[in-house]
């Protein structure tokens, strides 16, 4: 029945999408992607939130809160002080300068050289962290639900071998040879599956958990479970109490303020204040993310008295234990879209940045059109080869999935959020500064966190090495300043006068953030 199910909203989400986009004209990508501007707040909040929820933080953070309990959600709860940081800072610098992405930001700003290492970094981190992560989460999901293991007579991680190769290689053909004209259509179908069948796995749980009713099911599990409703997490947790105001501030500022994948929806804001409103309107959603992201882990702990060999598999199994057997099918086809969205999109921001940044610009300055989309195709059918070989070898990592996605992210967060933020504050620091401070910062980090592993956790290092990055910049500076200081320029592309509600909404928000703190330590 879940089998049939699953096909059954697989197929329709494809005929819907092939139905919506069979008149599109794609030859007129550029117009589509650069003349919009007409984004208003909800859109770009629910944008917003719909492209960052997927199967690596579904599944990630709920193996972390299956272990470790409600510290995680500081990555869900922390995010709406990002955004607020963003509405009334990053976002009104961006529009001023008419930018459509983050690289371009940074070549008018130091210039061409540091928009080529930045784009390098991104497309290290998608082949490295996140294509990997998004196929070994999604195939241990699907794998988990179906009982694949048991239906191929393998080991489970064999049959994730299996089932990582057949999403990547369905995934790549989507991306790689066209079909990426309906994955708007496809993910907004899929992203309300997703918002749906997400709020019902924690009910359909407490349900279980409390003969049917939702209330008895909560306090039976916070009372059998306190030390797991304890948001101040200890030396010992993957979020020690105090990294929230050195790396967690660092991985949600980045994340929010300047990831393309992210902030590409306020860019294309009509004017400053629907910007400005979508991510406010966002950050109050965002503050209930953890119904989703951290309980149904808790909930798994307790169903499963916290005998599962790996994290990672408490939501799958959850899944499978508290929803109707009607509803897996439908919850499966929803995280297999999901899975293949975020895998699609990396996998053609990466074709994209190699083909105009690298292969453009360095191979073959002469190159026509044609040849760029066909060096972009070959550079992505490496890329998610070499993905579907890395993503398998992730069963069962030390301290979960979403902690090894966080662990190496680190790589490229810390020195781009630092040169952005170092960007729009100062005038005079240069090119070489940025340069420079972006190399010390990604070896700095990967030696430290990989070859000398000290006894901290790698959010305080991310702290550490953001202030010697900044450091490095100024200092450097001080012997190689520009030439001229860097003058904004306002484009006028759209409006930027405030959104008259900013300050009294901000700061409820912040407001809201540190209530649930003091509410529930």
């Known amino acids: 029945m879940g089998i049939i199910t699953f096909l059954a909203f697989t197929l329709l989400v494809a005929a819907i999408a092939w139905w919506s986009t069979k008149t599109t004209d794609e030859k007129s990508s550029d117009g ?11 859109v770009i909040a629910g944008s ?13 953070m709920n193996g972390v809160s299956f272990r470790d309990g409600l510290p995680i959600m500081a990555y869900e709860v922390v995010a709406a002080i990002a955004m607020v940081f963003t509405a009334f800072v990053l976002l009104p610098k961006y529009l001023k300068s008419g930018i459509a992405t983050i690289p371009q930001f940074l070549e008018k700003r130091y210039g061409k050289s540091t928009k080529t290492i930045v784009s390098l970094l991104f497309l290290l981190g998608y082949a490295i962290s996140m294509l990997p992560t998004v196929l070994y989460s999604g195939a241990l999901a699907i794998n988990t639900m179906f009982d694949i293991p048991e239906a191929l007579n393998m080991g489970p991680e064999a049959a994730l071998w299996v089932t990582v190769w057949s999403i990547g290689i369905i995934g790549s053909i989507y991306a790689i040879f066209g079909g990426l004209k309906a994955v708007a259509v496809s993910d907004s179908i899929n992203a309300v599956g997703l918002i749906v069948g997400g709020s019902l796995i924690p009910i359909f749980g407490l349900m279980k958990i409390g003969d049917g009713n939702v209330f008895t099911g909560l306090n039976r599990l916070t009372t059998a ?66 119904f989703i992201v951290v309980l149904p882990g808790i909930i798994a702990f307790y169903i499963f008295n916290g005998d599962l060999a790996n994290p990672d598999e408490a939501y799958p199994m959850v ?49 026509s059109e044609l040849q760029v989309v066909r060096a972009g195709k070959i550079f992505g059918i490496v890329l998610a080869l070499f993905s579907m070989g890395i993503a398998p070898l992730l069963y069962g990592v030390e301290g979960g999935i979403f902690t090894y996605l966080q662990q190496l992210n680190g790589t490229h967060s810390v020195p781009i959020l630092a040169i952005v933020i170092v ?12 340069n420079i401070a972006i190399l010390f910062s990604a070896i700095t980090y990967l030696i430290t966190l990989y070859v000398i592993k000290p006894d901290i956790s790698f959010l305080h290092l991310m702290g550490i090495l953001f202030v010697l990055t900044i450091i490095i910049m100024f200092v450097v500076s001080k012997f190689a300043p520009r030439e001229t200081d860097y003058v904004q320029v306002y484009t006028k592309q759209v409006d930027i006068t405030n959104w008259k509600y900013l300050k009294p909404v901000g700061y409820t928000v912040i407001a809201a953030v540190i209530g649930i703190y003091i509410y529930l330590s």
């Open 32 to 42: 589509y992607f650069l003349g919009g501007r007409s984004l208003t707040g909800p």
């Open 319 to 367: 899944v499978k234990a508290v929803l109707p057997v009607a509803f897996i099918g439908f919850f499966a086809a929803v995280l297999f879209g999901a899975i293949l969205s975020s895998f699609n999109s990396a996998l053609n921001s990466s074709v994209t940045l190699f083909g105009l940044d690298f292969y453009k610009e360095y191979i073959n300055k002469d190159a």
């Open 225 to 290: 479970l306190p030390e797991k409703f304890d948001i101040i997490g200890g030396p010992d947790s993957d979020v020690p109490f105090w990294t929230l105001f050195t790396g967690m501030i660092i991985v949600n500022f980045y994340y929010w303020g300047t990831n393309q994948a992210i902030i590409q929806r306020a860019l294309g804001a009509k004017n400053l204040k629907e910007g400005q409103k979508g991510l406010l309107l966002a950050a109050f959603i965002k503050i209930l993310g953890p």
């Open 48 to 60: 917003l939130l719909l492209t960052n929820l997927s199967t690596e933080q579904i599944v990630g």
């Open 423 to 434: 960007g729009i504050f100062s005038k005079r620091v240069s090119a070489k500064a940025a």
